[in-house]
């Protein structure tokens, strides 16, 4: 017999705005998938303020601070400055490249840290396995390309393909710098289509797949000539920047297939990889294409027949009507019956960034050291998701890492024999160990702190009830309920623990009384993050 308390009526699988019940399961779901980690008062509040209010304020992109530096190897800008737009050295620029590298890598974990109640960092993630490119020898130039991304993480979608079609970061990891007319290189006009716009679709013939044919990429690749990059490692220029030189360009008509409409593409200078690119979004297949992706990303994988006919085309036409808003569609979609199908519940395996971050965001746990001293943490952390197989500035191939597109696994390409045991090995390195270490310094899950923002923390019913709700996507079974509740009372009675905490909250600087709850605490918070439904969102 299916206990009563996880038996749920699925909704309506249709894009009509949702209009069930908006309890705390509704509202974990949806800040499940648009935050890395979100805490029991955020669910709260998320509850309170009721659907649309909570996906209006999801659905904003906050101004952060860009990188700081944080070693005197870095040479050129001062401790906690930003070396964004600095010049630099002459001679060996190594050193400061590395500096940059590892501050780089330091803010992409802060960022992600530090969310707070929006979807940005989310999104961020999505764009830069979208545009997968690898990081630059000029960090500053790296940065932009991420700073790009997230000025347009809800923007309009075409002016976002036609800024990164000549940002410095993409012109060199797709050869766009040496696409020149005596000698074109179609890499970056191969993955326009391919890859960030319409998608090939099923091969008609040789050469020609269902919306685009190999002649569109090498008509692409002559419109795309003349573009290189000035700046890259500069001693006076403060940041790289995409320079047009009309004696590299390619000033023939181009002439692309049937499925842009035998479109000639004259001589436009530098706008004319503009022109090319409002052709190609003149297809209604570029707004399908962009919704599939959205879709795996945000709600599942499993692009059903029923999901085909009745939730894409609703998305691309929104998209559509809304000039390429990716705004609108994300309100629309997490607004939907259908986000909120039970179905969808736990479909998603987390990436090693949600693997990380769930633990740490929910738990409100951020390292609050010196600067240097938390950089070095986040460095720690930035390792701990590379060796699980996603570093954040370096995805694996232009496809991205392979967990968002290689059929059938998808999300479960992120468990395996390896993979697995190291996931469950940092689950109980940040919550039953020290910890990360750095300086004498230890940073590792605040037990107390997430213990102290539940609704009842002196009931240990009430406590198991929220960590289930903010670790799992689905119900919990009245079993293995009680079997955390055991692990947390180490056999005591319940009355022990709430006479345990109240104890406690009268003195929280006695560490006799707040030791022993928040080890109970952390062993719990251990056994959760070994268990196979916290591996899911």
């Not at 935050?35 to 998320?46: E, L, P, R």
């Not at 904003?60 to 400055?81: D, R, Y």
Request: glycine share 4%; with cysteine.
């Amino acid at each position: 017999m299916i206990p009563e308390e996880i038996i749920e009526t699925p909704v309506s699988l249709n894009m009509s705005p949702y209009s069930g019940a908006w309890t705390k399961e509704q509202a974990a779901h949806l800040l499940r998938r648009t935050m890395f980690g979100a805490t029991y008062q955020q669910i709260q509040s998320c509850v309170t303020d009721g659907m649309n209010a909570s996906v209006t304020n999801l659905l904003s992109v906050p101004v952060i601070n860009p990188p700081l530096t944080t070693s005197a190897n870095e040479g050129i800008s001062a401790f906690n400055t930003t070396w964004v737009n600095s010049v630099y050295p002459s001679g060996d620029t190594l050193p400061t490249e590395n500096a940059r590298v590892y501050s780089l890598a330091s803010w992409t974990m802060e960022k992600i840290n530090k969310e707070g109640f929006s979807i940005a960092e989310k999104m961020c993630l999505f764009w830069h396995n979208h545009f997968a490119a690898e990081a630059t020898f000029d960090s500053r130039a790296t940065y932009n390309y991420h700073n790009l991304i997230r000025t347009h993480a809800l923007g309009n979608f075409k002016q976002l393909i036609k800024e990164i079609t000549v940002d410095p970061c993409i012109l060199f990891f797709l050869n766009g710098v040496s696409n020149q007319s005596f000698s074109p290189n179609e890499n970056y006009a191969r993955e326009l289509l391919e890859l960030y716009t319409i998608g090939k679709g099923p091969l008609i013939s040789t050469g020609d797949y269902t919306n685009y044919k190999e002649q569109d990429v090498s008509a692409g690749s002559k419109i795309l000539t003349g573009w290189t990059v000035d700046g890259m490692k500069s001693t006076t220029l403060t940041s790289p920047f995409a320079v047009f030189n009309p004696a590299y360009h390619d000033i023939s008509n181009k002439t692309l297939s049937s499925h842009f409409n035998n479109t000639v593409v004259s001589d436009g200078g530098d706008i004319e990889y503009q022109n090319y690119i409002d052709i190609i979004f003149q297809q209604p297949e570029v707004a399908h294409f962009i919704c599939r992706k959205i879709y795996r990303y945000f709600v599942n994988y499993d692009l059903t027949t029923d999901v085909e006919t009745n939730v894409i085309p609703i998305l691309a036409q929104t998209l559509i009507d809304n000039n390429y808003s990716i705004l609108s569609v994300m309100q629309q979609l997490l607004t939907s019956e259908h986000f909120y199908d039970i179905s969808l519940k736990g479909t998603i395996i987390k990436n090693p960034c949600e693997l990380l971050f769930s633990m740490l965001n929910t738990s409100q746990s951020s390292p609050n050291y010196d600067l240097a001293t938390n950089y070095e943490m986040y460095l720690n952390i930035y390792s701990f998701s590379g060796n699980l197989g996603q570093s954040y500035l370096s995805p694996p191939n232009v496809g991205g890492w392979t967990s968002y597109y290689q059929l059938p696994s998808y999300s479960r390409l992120w468990i395996n024999s390896t993979y697995l045991k190291q996931r469950f090995d940092v689950g109980a390195y940040v919550s039953l160990y020290t910890g990360i270490q750095v300086n004498g310094n230890y940073f590792k899950i605040n037990a107390l702190q997430l213990l102290n923002g539940l609704s009842n923390p002196a009931s240990a019913q009430s406590v198991i009830n929220d960590l289930c709700l903010v670790f799992f996507p689905k119900a919990i079974d009245t079993l293995t309920k009680t079997t955390l509740k055991t692990i947390m009372l180490n056999g005591l009675p319940d009355f022990e623990w709430s006479d345990q905490y109240i104890a406690y909250s009268n003195d929280t600087s006695n560490s006799s009384l707040s030791n022993p709850i928040k080890t109970r605490i952390e062993t719990v918070l251990y056994r959760i993050f070994q268990m196979p439904e916290f591996q899911t969102i």
